[in-house]
């Protein structure tokens, strides 16, 4: 069946550190692939998205590469700002499109 | 820009009191969902609805029953409500004709049961 697993947090980094949250997959086919960013006391938002393999999402200083081969797609920022606070989810869609399969989610910290 | 809109924002319910949290979108998407979010387990879905006429359980449907009142509007309903489903709610819509549609969420619902 169709999974994500995602780094358990939470994570604490200092203003200006490098970000790296991992996330793999299990699924058939070719899933689309997500990072949806929840800051507190709201909905979940789209970060950025891959469809296909080898694709790179990008936005807001994020990005996360469709690894195919390692089933994943790490989501990096080289210089975190404390606005970046947030809990952030790796996401899957099935083929059909009428699924979708969400981590547990990672809790970010940025410290000034 | 209202996107998929959801009420109340949050509620306060006895335990057996009955509710019913309503959901719309503006996106002319077909296929609308409903997640409940708990400390440490992410979204679980409760039910999801492909195109209007048609509902489906997901994950955790027991307690629970939906309506798809037309393309727009996705209600979800608890008919006695007991203090598990203490929870945030969160509905959410997608295009999904090809599987490389993004899903859109509300601002969520915060609803306790005591």
């Known amino acids: 069946g169709n999974s994500v697993t995602q780094m358990e947090g939470p994570v604490t980094l200092s203003e200006e550190a490098f970000l790296t949250i991992n996330c793999t997959y299990t699924a058939t086919g070719y899933p689309s692939l997500f990072w949806y960013v929840q800051y507190p006391g709201e909905g979940l938002q789209l970060l950025l998205k891959a469809t296909k393999a080898d694709d790179k999402g990008s936005n807001k200083g994020f990005e996360a590469t469709y690894r195919k081969e390692t089933t994943s797609f790490h989501l990096e920022k080289g210089s975190v700002q404390v606005s970046d606070s947030a809990v952030y989810f790796c996401?899957?869609?099935?083929?059909?499109?009428?699924?979708?399969?969400f981590g547990t989610g990672t809790s970010l910290t940025v410290i000034p | 820009n209202a996107g998929v809109t959801q009420t109340p924002k949050f509620q306060v319910l006895k335990t057996g009191q009955s509710m019913t949290l309503q959901c719309a979108q503006d996106?002319?998407?077909?296929?609308m969902y409903w997640y409940r979010q708990d400390p440490g387990m992410g979204l679980r879905l409760i039910y999801y609805s492909a195109s209007e006429g048609t509902t489906d359980k997901g994950e955790v449907p027991n307690g629970y029953n939906v309506s798809r009142l037309n393309k727009r509007e996705f209600s979800l309903r608890l008919e006695s409500a007991a203090p598990s489903q203490t929870s945030v709610y969160f509905c959410a819509s997608s295009e999904a004709s090809t599987g490389r549609n993004t899903i859109y969420f509300g601002e969520g619902s915060w609803l306790t049961v005591v």
């Open positions: 996106m002319n998407h077909n296929s």
């Open positions: 996401a899957l869609s099935d083929l059909s499109g009428n699924q979708f399969y």
